[in-house]
């Protein structure tokens, strides 16, 4: 390239790229060349290069009407002439197209390379990233429990209290992050099913703040703040990804403002966004602000600096309101303030029949109080459990007998069918994915014994919780499927559900 460029061959492409000609260049990424490259890139930026560097020495120069092919015989001779030995030169038709070909075939041959390379690089990050990011809520997890065990009997109600809610937060930290692997999964397979509805944005923002204040904000957090308009925004968009994205937004906000104890302020109005009226909804903080390195790459996987997160959330908030058919972006604060602003629009449904409806419904769902029973005339309603997990299986247990049901657990699905009578058990809580017979073969042999048994699958599959949340499997309610891991009062209202219903 040195040689190349004493020769003004380089200046020549530069020109040419700037009247509009595609060039495109494969050469090695050397310490020589490099001064080169950064020219072509400050003076020509839409010059395609390629790292050559397993490639043959030799030259190609083609455009659409010839082409010049030279060997280098002499790599460190100073003058081009020096440095080249047998060269070809044509301008008939069908050797320049055959060349151009064979120069299409090496571009594509290093464009897979550099491909596989950032793939493979972006692979070894993202096990890096996901060790610490496992590791961390482990270890106080580990510690403890270890504390509680050795000093179960001298340890107080207040210092248990803090120790559990610990616990929690952090058993939900690697849920969230579970999570976060499979959508990005999902996303890049195109498989992202969004579940979309009419729902009211005020109660679904509310919802998300309240729960970021309960888990997130410590002593040395900061306040959030949210102000939801007077006005019912209905919007059409799946209720769980978008409390998603707000709690993505507002933990962000919570990990870079929490140490100067600053305000996390949540606004939300009507905008005409394009011709089209659409939800605006800001997220602004007081923090450190948005990194100028980062900025150019803030929504792609792994755009993170900080030593903490995994820098998924924000890929797959951008995915999830793409996919609604909004936008999202951000800025940092201006006029002297610090922190930064995240930005998203969400269409507002034009629907005024489905509005009303759902404005009932909303309103309905507000004043109703939801009572369940455990019990039919002093009687315990009766749960039979089954997971080859014998650790889930005693919690599964204690969880529902603490919400006042009677539960029987087996680890072992041959024995459970074994135990099984009629009449014994209002509810079957099956695992799928078990050894010797899965839930569903379980279930189906125990339907013979008690056709009038009621089921509910869980399972920590994400394959299996899609494909059976998509359609129905053997005239099975989708609703009956649950994906673990789920909290204890979820499990207790889907199955008090299940019970009650028809």
Same mark, same amino acid.
């Given at each position: 390239m040195i040689r190349v460029d004493r020769l003004g061959v380089i200046d020549h492409i530069i020109n040419a790229s700037q009247r509009g000609a595609t060039v495109k260049i494969i050469c090695p990424f050397s310490e020589e060349n490099s001064n080169i490259i950064r020219k072509i890139d400050e003076q020509a930026s839409a010059v395609k290069v390629l790292n050559g560097n397993h490639s043959p020495f030799g030259m190609y120069i083609i455009d659409s009407e010839k082409f010049l092919r030279a060997e280098v015989k002499e790599p460190q001779a100073e003058t081009f002439s020096e440095a080249i030995g047998f060269a070809v030169y044509s301008n008939s038709k069908l050797s320049v197209d055959f060349f151009r070909s064979v120069f299409e075939l090496l571009w594509n041959e290093h464009t897979l390379n550099e491909e596989l390379k950032r793939a493979d690089k972006m692979q070894k990050q993202f096990i890096n990233i996901a060790a610490h990011e496992l590791r961390t809520p482990i270890q106080p997890i580990l510690g403890l429990l270890g504390l509680l065990r050795s000093r179960k009997t001298e340890i107080k109600k207040q210092e248990l209290d803090a120790s559990l809610d $610990?616990?929690?937060?952090?058993? *939900?930290? $690697?849920?969230?992050?579970?999570e976060d692997i499979l959508d990005v999964s999902k996303i890049e397979s195109r498989s992202l099913v969004m579940h979309k509805e009419l729902l009211n944005l005020n109660e679904a923002i509310s919802g998300a703040v309240q729960d970021i204040i309960k888990n997130q904000l410590d002593s040395r957090g900061g306040q959030i703040s949210y102000e939801p308009i007077e006005d019912t925004i209905l919007v059409e968009a799946d209720?769980?990804? *978008? @409390?998603?994205?707000?709690?993505?937004l507002l933990s962000n906000a919570v990990k870079f403002t929490k140490r100067n104890g600053g305000t996390i302020h949540i606004s939300m109005k009507k905008k005409d966004d394009y011709g089209q009226e659409v939800a605006l909804v800001s997220v602004? !903080? =007081?923090? @450190? /602000? @948005? !990194? %100028? &390195?980062i900025f150019p790459r803030l929504f792609e996987k792994f755009a993170s600096n900080s030593f903490q997160g995994t820098g998924l959330g924000l890929f797959l908030s951008r995915s999830i309101i793409e996919a609604?058919?909004?936008? @999202?972006?951000? &800025?940092?604060? =201006?006029d002297g303030q610090n922190g930064a602003t995240f930005y998203f629009t969400l269409p507002i449904t034009s629907n005024k029949r489905d509005s009303e409806k759902q404005r009932r419904v909303i309103l309905k769902t507000k004043t109703t109080k939801t009572t369940t029973k455990t019990k039919d005339n002093g009687k315990m309603k009766n749960i039979l459990i089954v997971d080859d997990e014998p650790d889930v299986c005693t919690v599964l247990k204690q969880v529902l007998e603490q919400y006042g049901f009677s539960a029987d657990s087996y680890d072992d699905p041959i024995l459970a069918l074994e135990n099984f009578? =009629? /009449?014994?058990? &209002?509810?079957?809580?099956?695992?799928?994915?078990? %050894? &010797?017979?899965?839930?569903?073969? $379980?279930?189906?042999e125990m339907k013979k014994i008690d056709n009038k048994i009621k089921v509910c699958f869980l399972t920590a599959s994400e394959m299996y919780y899609e494909e059976f949340r998509k359609e129905e499997f053997c005239g099975l309610d989708k609703d009956l499927f649950l994906r673990k891991p789920i909290r204890n009062e979820d499990l207790f209202n889907e199955i008090s559900r299940i019970i009650n219903s028809n």
């Open positions: $610990l616990i929690m937060r952090n058993a *939900l930290r $690697l849920k969230r992050l579970a209720r769980f990804r *978008l @409390i998603q994205v707000v709690s993505n602004k !903080d =007081t923090g @450190i /602000g @948005i !990194d %100028p &390195e609604q058919g909004g936008r @999202i972006w951000a &800025e940092n604060n =201006t009578k =009629t /009449g014994l058990y &209002e509810l079957l809580l099956l695992d799928i994915k078990m %050894p &010797e017979m899965n839930g569903f073969l $379980l279930y189906q």
